[in-house]
């Protein structure tokens, strides 16, 4: 099946034009509206020409393991060498370090078209980057020195290693140990599994950022180290062997051409480690990696979506079909005619967009954060709020979409040779690594609701309802409409929120983490709304493409997904009793 994929590059620099303070900042002067353009317009015809073609060929033979080593699928090696040389590893990564320095914003559009290219290419360069950003926030000048110009050229690659077979989302359990050495050094021990790129053939060194716990450190989590445990080690304008070892990789549903190794450390031989950050404080200096690593995620669920819509309207627009009982031809017209499938087209797309809105809104507020302006505060702590939401709300959507996809498709979408369930078989995992969607939502409710100032969320919530009002006086009788069913679901989520302060208040712990997911997806439909109906009023009077979708998907969005919030605020009022039958007779077997 031969693939076309157009990156909505005018969509997204709108948003980030229209919606977003990118191009207005004048603390960044090479911020302007014909370079963005160029970057995503190039970063766009990466994914169609070079991803694209490749994507079908790495889910059917992708990676492979031989001799405690991973062959990468065919033509792999090159897609990488390009990516490598065109200079994208480093696109928002610092100038100390060889990278270009670019807002949060900007590489998150980006990433969302290579992930629509081949989410299995592009996870490997989300890792390093991750890699990156934690090694330059708490990594020692030796480190950084040694290492970042290495990662941020491409030269090397690197990893989070986090994962053991007795350690999965409950990281306390972590047994793989860091026995100090004389030079400073630590001799890393033991066994991590789920390693994505844990091994590969496409770089000479691959850079493993391990969680470990020091001879003698409590347990649980607070006991946790983590440190830089390189494939091998740089001497003397060489590299010498630091008996890493993958000793196997996984068969998935999906992402075949991505490499899930289990990675064996100082079974053949000592392996070294250096400590990143300080001792016991390992957690800390992941979540760097790990925030970083759910926003590139949540482009994953964006990109399936985007993916699975533009697929699913080329089958539907050529898939001929007779009007009623009529044998003549000239009744014949695609699928795209039938409600139903319009439903499920516009269902597509409207997630794709809100999920986009969402994403931007995020890394915009990262990019303030960084700034270290008087609104440094206010914009962390909308990074942290949005970071669950767009994790758990995007991926969610990707699978959605993706079964739509098929759905759409009808028999043909259940045979391999269509390629189109590829793209719920790549997305389906989205919502379990870098902290399953539970809890994102545990995250959400008994961490940032419940730690974050409150004004914190009244301000991010009065501004949805900023926005409710004026697509109410907007004078467009669609849009119009949309915000007064946003402004229902707004006066909907700030009674839910009542609902879990409450909780907090009478210490009802159990409430709070029943209703979790219910909590979050509503905060996120909301926040989706009226993100897309922050572009709707910014495209009012525009008749280009991407004007009309944002109006189209937000009165779409309002009329078919904000119904669940109310739904979702009965389930919230329950707390606790919607497990209330286990109490009985009935119980889990």
Known sequence: MSWQYTPPVDDALFYLEQ??????????????PDLVRAILTEAGRFAADVLVPINGELDRNGARYEGNSVITGPAHKAAFDTFVKDGWVGLNLPTEWGGQGLPSALYAAALEFWHTGSLAFAMGNLLTVGAVETIVAHGSSEIKETYLHRLVSGEYTATMALTEPSAGSDLGTVKVKATPLEDGSYSISGTKIFISYGDHDLTENIIHLVLARMTGAVDGSKGLSLFLVPKKVPKDGGLTSNHVTCIGIEEKVGLHGSPTCTMDFGDGGLSRGWLIGSPHKGLMAMFTMMNNARMAVATQGVAASEWAYQQSLEFASNRRQ???DSPVAETESGITGH???QNMLLSMRALASAGRCIVFELAEAIDRAQRHDCDTACAQAKADILTPIAKAFCTDSGIQSGSLAIQV???????????ISQVWRDARVSTIYEGTNGIQAIDFVCRKLALLPDDTVNDIVRGF????????????????????????????L????ETLADYRVSNCGLASLAIATAALRQFALVAGCAYLGKAALAATGGSAPHHRRYRTDLCFFANAFLPEVTALEQVIDRGEGILGHLKGDLKLQ
């Open 19 to 32: 919606c977003t303070d990118l191009i207005d900042d004048e603390s960044s002067s090479r911020i302007n």
């Open 409 to 419: 498709h009808g028999g043909m979408g259940v045979v391999e040779h269509t390629g």
């Open 339 to 341: 409600p139903d499938v």
């Open 494 to 497: 700030i009674r839910s929120l």
């Open 322 to 324: 007779r009007r009623g």
């Open 465 to 492: 309802a900023g926005i409710s009002n004026e697509l109410a006086g907007s004078g467009h009788a669609l849009m119009a409409d949309a915000g007064r069913l946003l402004s229902d679901a707004v006066s909907a």
